[in-house]
């Protein structure tokens, strides 16, 4: 099990827009292939920080998903309105 966690830093102006991407995207990131868990969070003392954080089975699907259409459609659109480059944790868990 591959467990990634991703912090996203925006212009407070850009929130919003990045909320409703994600919520146009939510279900194409959770159904694609390995994908077993998505959520999105939002830190509570600065709002304008976000964090995604997802399960994947194995780390070829993960790689799968970096290579799909839905990736390289919305990767674009969310890394336009960053104002930091984001902070990516991933942790494989042996089971």
């Known amino acids: 099990m ?6 996203m830093t925006f212009d ?7 909320e409703s991407l994600f919520d146009a995207y939510r279900s194409k990131i959770a159904s694609a292939e390995g994908c077993t868990h998505l959520e999105l969070w939002k830190d509570v003392n600065e709002p304008n920080v976000y964090f995604t ?22 990767w674009p659109l969310t890394k336009k309105l960053f104002i930091a480059a984001p902070q990516v944790w991933t942790v494989e868990q042996k089971v």
């Open 53 to 74: 954080y997802s399960h994947w089975l194995e780390v070829k699907y993960l790689d799968q998903y970096r290579e799909s259409a839905t990736f390289k459609e919305v």
């Open 2 to 7: 591959i467990k990634r966690l991703v912090k």
């Open 12 to 18: 407070t102006r850009h929130c919003e827009a990045f």
